[in-house]
């Protein structure tokens, strides 16, 4: 399966995406910083805020926030995916998935399956595309 | 139905959440500040991060990316619902759906709705709570 779009994120239309397609993408790694600073605005939980009550919990460590990893993923998904000129944002998501703990020093990147595209049947001018977004650890 | 807990999140645990009960709690006002400069590192669309280009898009003024929404909402379910003494984490969610922009000024709450509690099958010191969370503009 191709890899790559035949447009950039600046060229990049509703035709453009292929149910079917897997698209790999993004590198960004995540540093205890960032993780702390995230977490105690947003998700201040113990295993995510504090490394030495961390070694206590069932993760042997800091972890990052899941909505943190999601934020993470969005960067990524922003940078590479969405059509910076055509993309009119998203309802949702119809499920999320934490199955591994992220922890300081990943680095991660994203793979993307196009799983269906739908012409709106309201809106002739618009369409729907379904992605499932995988988070890989290198 | 009770909108209060008997005890706090201090000394709260697993039977303490009760199937069909309902919890109201937190509030937070988002700032124009805090909505851009979060955009920026994990969500710069254009209706994100610009005031200007964002009001020529369908939302007519800037919006806040859905994971701030999100990560607003975790803050106030960190502060207020979970245990600080039992809670594990999560795997995830079975279902995200962002129904109405958050604009700057706006203050947000939580409603907490308990689904379901179950016992762990394979670990008896421990169990599962399902809840429907919705943020809802004050």
Same mark, same amino acid.
């Given at each position: *399966?191709?890899?790559?779009?035949?447009?950039?994120?600046?060229?990049?239309?509703?035709?453009?995406?292929?149910?079917?397609? =897997?698209?790999?993408?993004?590198?960004?790694? =995540?540093?205890?910083?960032?993780?702390?600073?995230?977490?105690?605005r947003y998700d201040p939980?113990?295993?995510?805020?504090? +490394? %030495?009550?961390?070694?206590?919990?069932?993760?042997?460590?800091?972890?990052?926030?899941g909505w943190h990893t999601?934020? @993470?993923?969005?960067? *990524? !998904?922003?940078?590479?995916?969405?059509?910076?000129?055509?993309?009119?944002?998203?309802?949702? @998501?119809?499920?999320? &998935?934490?199955?591994?703990? !992220?922890? +300081?020093?990943?680095?991660?990147? !994203?793979?993307?399956?196009? @799983?269906?595209?739908?012409?709106?049947?309201?809106?002739?001018? &618009?369409?729907?595309?379904?992605?499932?977004? %995988?988070?890989?650890?290198?």
């Open positions: *399966m191709p890899t790559d779009f035949p447009t950039t994120v600046d060229d990049r239309y509703f035709e453009d995406y292929l149910a079917g397609h =897997v698209h790999q993408f993004g590198s960004v790694t =995540v540093s205890e910083a960032e993780i702390v600073e995230f977490a105690r939980q113990p295993f995510h805020v504090d +490394p %030495e009550a961390a070694r206590q919990t069932q993760f042997g460590g800091l972890i990052a926030s999601a934020g @993470l993923m969005m960067r *990524m !998904v922003v940078d590479h995916y969405l059509s910076h000129v055509a993309s009119l944002a998203s309802p949702g @998501l119809d499920e999320l &998935r934490w199955t591994q703990p !992220v922890r +300081p020093g990943d680095t991660l990147s !994203v793979r993307a399956t196009v @799983l269906e595209t739908r012409p709106s049947a309201s809106k002739s001018d &618009r369409g729907l595309v379904r992605t499932l977004f %995988e988070v890989e650890a290198a």
